[in-house]
Nanobody
Framework: EVQLVESGGGLVQAGGSLRLRCTAS????????IGWFRQAPGKEREGVSC????????YYSDSVKGRFTISIDNVKNLVYLQMNSLKPEDTAVYYC????????????????WGQGTQVTVSS
């Protein structure tokens, strides 16, 4: 059984930082593009970032490029998202997710995802 469990969300002021963590079990990171997507109330889901070991590639959406950094610990099956210079528009529920490849990540076709963690950025 695949499980993705997020932690690290919270309330932060604009300009601040948060680090999200995803603990994964039941899947091999090498078989997926694994990362983070988010959904804010009334908005479409946005694939924020994913990392593909197979392609040695990290993807970032334009809205977070230069501010967020994804990292993985392939031995401990952990995925991190370091979020700096946070903005109120980053407020959303952040989900750890896995897609079969980068193309399906772009298409929002996630094979697995967790319960999510709330990130709220105050102005």
């Amino acid at each position: 059984e695949v499980q993705l469990v997020e932690s690290g969300g919270g309330l932060v002021q604009a300009g601040g930082s948060l680090r999200l963590r995803c603990t994964a079990s039941g899947l091999s990171f090498r078989d997926y593009c694994i990362g983070w997507f988010r959904q804010a109330p009334g908005k479409e889901r946005e694939g924020v970032s994913c990392f593909s070991i197979r392609d040695s590639f990290a993807y970032y959406s334009d809205s977070v490029k230069g501010r967020f950094t994804i990292s993985i610990d392939n031995v401990k099956n952990l995925v991190y998202l370091q979020m700096n210079s946070l903005k109120p528009e980053d407020t959303a529920v952040y989900y750890c997710g896995a897609a079969s490849d980068l193309r399906t990540w772009y298409e929002g076709k996630y094979d697995y995802w967790g319960q999510g963690t709330q990130v709220t950025v105050s102005s």
